[in-house]
């Protein structure tokens, strides 16, 4: 293969993360049903999630625990361990992720009791008549 069709065939783990994100934004941008809405930014928010951890993973790289004899004796060398850094954020991303949706579900619920529907342009409607 030619080194640029190489090298885009290799990063094939980003291009799927930028077509989630296109999936994502789409739902958040066209659909007018709320809770199609709040899927479609989980499905963003997912793919943005995949892609920083893989960014913060490294073939062959060992867990970022150090040995008390080898840290002592100098053998570390930062290229032959994972940067933790990625990965904790990520995490702490998805606990927000999920407490957002919690929220937007619970706003959604009052929303509809409140208007009856989940519909953005009826929703819309029933507020311009009122």
């Known amino acids: 293969m030619d080194g640029w069709l190489a090298d885009l065939v290799s990063k094939y783990n980003y291009w799927i993360y930028v077509v989630l994100m296109m999936i994502g934004f789409y739902a958040m941008i066209r659909k007018n049903n709320l809770v199609k809405k709040l899927i479609g930014m989980n499905i963003f928010q997912t793919a943005i999630i995949l892609f920083y951890i893989s960014m913060g993973a490294k073939r062959g790289g060992g867990i970022p625990i150090v040995d008390k004899a080898a840290g002592l004796a100098g053998a570390i060398r930062a290229s032959d361990i994972v940067n933790p850094l990625p990965h904790v954020l990520m995490l702490t991303a ?19 009791k409140g208007y009856g529907s989940i519909d953005e342009d009826q929703i819309l409607e029933r507020i311009k008549k009122s």
């Open 94 to 112: 998805i606990v927000v992720s999920v407490s957002v949706t919690g929220v937007a579900l619970a706003v959604m619920l009052k929303i509809y």
